[in-house]
């Protein structure tokens, strides 16, 4: 638990409240300063995640978070904040099924409500095919003691209400995976919980500063030079997501990623309707309602490559037909907006994360459209990886030479939605 | 991005095409290496700035097109047809060769 200027409490809300006191800031502002043992780049999640249990869990606390905009400002305040892991190859759910424990008690770690609501994740099935697949993944995640479930249409009504079950329907629901420790989280309040805990315990953190060159000498890093001045440092470490391969290239390193945006969409505040999330495969579209009564619309990558994050009306007609496909009910619904987040895709749907040819430039990248769910743990075991120069396990099989021997480890069948 | 113009169609729909990728050629499998071999599986540049893909008009001629796209902008600078390009242009066109890691969302 670090130490916090102020702790956040139902004591102080009132104490505060009733003084009138203002709250502190809940992270300072740093001159650059020309050196540090760890160099982040990326201050989203993962970046801030791998800060804090480098501080926390290992002691190591002259760690710099670099970013070129502001904090959480790119895919971690993008997502559509969803939490689960119910995968496919082992190694994505021993690895997912860490990341949730860790979500399950960061409020209470952090002092910092993340608003996480294990609500339950539901994936439907339209098609016998879709079905196969979901009861090998439930019995893989049963295997790793991870709660998931194959449903029956009765039971999915029962769940979940406002679907349609009868089977007269262009898409049938035949069944679904059910994954009730799944849900949402306030996907700010991780990044500036984690953002708060790391500068209490040191780390220096810096927003609007963009790293132009990464240092490399004899097959090894050295620093980095930013907009704000240069930085050495014997550790760098990339967890710049859909920037992954811009950044990489500063330090010669080649990375098989390609980078395409991601659209999501939100509609007016309604009452509670929807208790749990819901997920079509063959729709590509994934809903939940927030907290706040709103809609939450996701989909898969847009159908090509690109920096850009902004949204379409393609896009936008495409997923309000897929909406209406399983909810008919939601047809005077407005969207209030739209938005989209850059991904950085690998060939097999699973990160990049680890060491690299060039020593001590380290990568955690690769993260697609599943990397807000595996935040924590991803920072937990890239911040082991550099307090003890050994690859967890865990990771073990997330390296980038696996592209290079030939084991990749597919989970498109499980973390893409458009399979 | 919203038109893409064919050098056969004329202005179109964007979602009339298929993005292939990367424009990137095949090794000659009788000389190459592994690692040669892996980088053009998997590896693409992925720049932020102009670069030369492949598309496919499959809505409408049905031919593989070379479309000089800025991936910030999404401008387009320069579409010509890959038969009128080198006779390699011509080989990979017929590959058809689909860029690893892209969701089949346009399906």
Redo the contacts between chains.
Sequence with gaps: MPRLRTRYSALQLVRRGVSGTGWPRAWRSHELTPTADVVIIGAGVHGLATAYYLAANHGITDVVVLDKGYMGGGGSGRNTAIIRSNYLTPEGVAFYDRSVKLYEGLAAELNFNVMFSQRGHMTLAHSDSSLRTMRWRAEVNKLQGVDSEVLDPAEVKRIAPPLDVSGDRRYPIVGALYHPPGGIIRHDAVVWGYARAADALGVRIHQQTEVTGIDVANGRVTGVTTTRGAISAPIVVNCTAG?S??VSDMAGV???????PLQAAVTEPVKPFLPTVIVSGTL?VYVSQTDRGELVFG??????????TRG?L?FVEGLAGHVLQLMPQLSQLRVLRQWAGLCD?????SPIMGVTPVEGFLVDVGWGTYGFKAGPVAGETMAQLIATGKTPELIAGFDLAR??D?RLVGE?GAA???? | ??ELHCPHCGPRN??EF??V??RHFRPDPGTTD??EW??Y????????GWTD?TWLHRAGCRRYLVVERH????AVRAVRDAGDASSADVTHARAGDV?????????
């Design positions: 920037w391969t811009l080649r990375l098989p990623v390609s980078t395409y590509h989909a898969s990558v847009d159908p090509f490559t690109s920096y850009s379409s393609d895709m690998t060939p097999d749907f592209f290079a030939g498109k893409a939605v458009g399979h | 991005m919203i964007v979602s298929r993005h990728g990367e592994p690692d892996r980088a599986l998997y590896l693409r540049d992925n720049p932020a893909e991936t910030v902008t999404n860029q690893p890691g892209t969701t089949d969302s346009s399906a």
